[in-house]
């Protein structure tokens, strides 16, 4: 893949839903500069980073973007250099004495460029964190940058539309409510049919016992996702609910604009309220997992109600015999896919590997597995049609991880996997099926 193709130069031209304005471009250096001063003021973890790097190399080939690219500038070490020789010239103690010998430079047109092209060829794994004897973590670093960006206009066409969607319908992917309602009737039919009894899905059910919060993909790409989990509650007794007024826990202002991310988990939280549930139950989305382990009761609580995972709540049911499952159901070799910040960002490792042993026959470890496993390379939003090119590229180490397990099936229950793993493994040729862990669960289910 050559340097100019990895681009992704769709920015959006509307930016009114982050209430933002685009600065003109030749004002931007200078704006840029006051941004990135502004920042290093208020996130200590920025500075840090900008800090202490030694240029050791331990992360370089821990990530996937430049493994998958061979684009020395998306090794973490250079993709952050991108940003320190900036912070060097300008910002850092001690620079007049050492800023040439440092690399230290002006902040220019093409440096912003730079940064837009290689803080979108971040997934924001985490991965290089885990090597860095120094505990960098580049995702803090390309979060931050995608913000200032932002700040200058800069924002990819997908993620701009993504949270206009969210604002309008409360769903990713702006589906509106009679839609989601034809929907979901449309899969309790399709239950009946398959077990012969009303399992419902139901909606805006007040005083439920959960609040279920889907990935909004499960509600029509994913279907089978959601029956799974209907008949899993159904079976456990459980009441549920979903919410009409939002039903997406992908939080997609993670990723580059935390005033949006805190308006998206705000919504949640308030849909929870609203309903009187006694628990939040989340479903599969990595960063929107990370979102409310990590960051949702500092931003928006204390909260009235714990919020956990479907895999937290289904091992009870399962620990406490109100579920079985009949392994011999999925009888394929399986190997599971860690998503990044299930594994990475959200205390979410063993709990999905009980569940796999207990609903499927053969189940195989990856390598590297765990806090070491490869992302898929859709991450951080990353999963534009128009950047299709990059999207195989930086999926392109998880393929070969894959593909030496010889799995039949690849387990992957994060919503952005999902959609990206059938791209990544067609185009590099491993013949697997990708499904959720939730689907998996659901053929296994004894009802
Ligand atoms: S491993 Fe850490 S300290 Fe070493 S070059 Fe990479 S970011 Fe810098
Ligand atoms: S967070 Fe992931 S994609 Fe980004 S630099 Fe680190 S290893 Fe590479």
Same mark, same amino acid.
């Given at each position: 893949m050559s340097k100019e193709q990895a681009r992704i130069p769709y920015e959006a031209k509307d930016l009114s839903v982050l209430r933002l304005a685009p600065v003109a471009v030749e004002d931007r250096p200078k704006a840029a500069l006051e941004l990135l001063g502004e920042m290093l003021k208020y996130k200590r973890s920025l500075r840090l980073y900008l800090d202490v790097c030694t240029h050791c190399g331990a992360c370089a080939e821990q990530c996937h973007s430049y493994l998958g690219t061979k684009d020395p500038y998306n090794m973490p070490v250079?993709?952050? /250099?991108?940003?320190?020789?900036?912070?060097?010239?300008?910002? =850092?103690?001690?620079?007049?004495?050492?800023?040439? $010998?440092?690399? =230290?430079?002006?902040?220019? @047109? /093409?440096?912003?460029? @730079? $940064?837009?092209?290689y803080f979108h060829q971040c997934n924001q794994c985490r991965r290089c964190a885990v090597f860095c004897p120094k505990g960098i973590d580049t995702a803090e670093v390309t979060i931050a940058m995608r913000e200032l960006l932002a700040h200058l206009g800069l924002v990819t066409k997908f993620h701009a539309g993504i949270v206009k969607n969210m604002e309008k319908t409360g769903n990713n992917m702006g589906t509106p409510l009679p839609a989601i309602k034809d929907g979901l009737e449309f899969l309790e039919e399709e239950l009946k049919e398959e077990t012969g009894l009303d399992i419902p899905i139901p909606m805006d059910v007040e005083r439920a016992e959960v609040l279920f919060n889907p990935s909004s993909s499960d509600l029509f790409t994913n279907t089978d996702g959601l029956m799974a989990v209907a008949k899993i509650f159904y079976k456990a007794g459980v009441s549920w609910t979903l919410s009409s007024r939002i039903a997406e826990t992908a939080n997609f202002g993670l990723f580059f604009h935390e005033p949006t991310m805190r308006e998206h988990s705000r919504r949640l939280v308030q849909a929870g309220k609203e309903l009187g549930v006694k628990r939040i139950v989340a479903g599969e989305c990595g960063h929107g997992w990370r979102t409310w382990r990590m960051f949702t009761d500092t931003i928006n609580g204390p909260l009235p109600f714990p919020v956990v995972h479907l895999f937290e709540e289904v091992l009870e049911y399962l620990r406490t015999g109100r579920i079985q499952f009949d392994k011999s159901k999925n009888p394929e070799v399986v190997t599971y896919h860690d998503p990044c910040n299930y594994a990475r960002g959200g205390d979410l490792i063993e709990q999905p590997r009980e569940l796999l042993r207990a609903c499927v026959e053969n189940f195989v470890e990856m390598t590297p597995t765990k806090q070491y496993s490869f992302c898929c390379g859709g991450g951080s939003g990353?999963?534009?049609? /128009? =950047?299709m090119d990059l999207r195989v590229a930086l999926g392109q180490p998880k393929a070969e991880c894959v593909r030496a397990?010889?799995?039949?099936?690849?387990?992957?229950?994060? =919503?952005i996997c999902k959609a990206q793993l059938p791209v990544v493994m067609d185009h590099h040729k491993v013949d697997v099926r990708v499904k959720g862990l939730s689907d998996l669960m659901g053929l296994a289910l004894i009802l």
């Open positions: 250079a993709r952050v /250099e991108l940003v320190r020789r900036v912070y060097k010239k300008f910002f =850092a103690p001690g620079r007049s004495v050492f800023r040439a $010998w440092e690399g =230290a430079k002006d902040l220019d @047109q /093409e440096t912003i460029d @730079q $940064w837009y092209k990353i999963l534009m049609d /128009e =950047a397990t010889g799995a039949e099936i690849l387990c992957a229950p994060c =919503a």
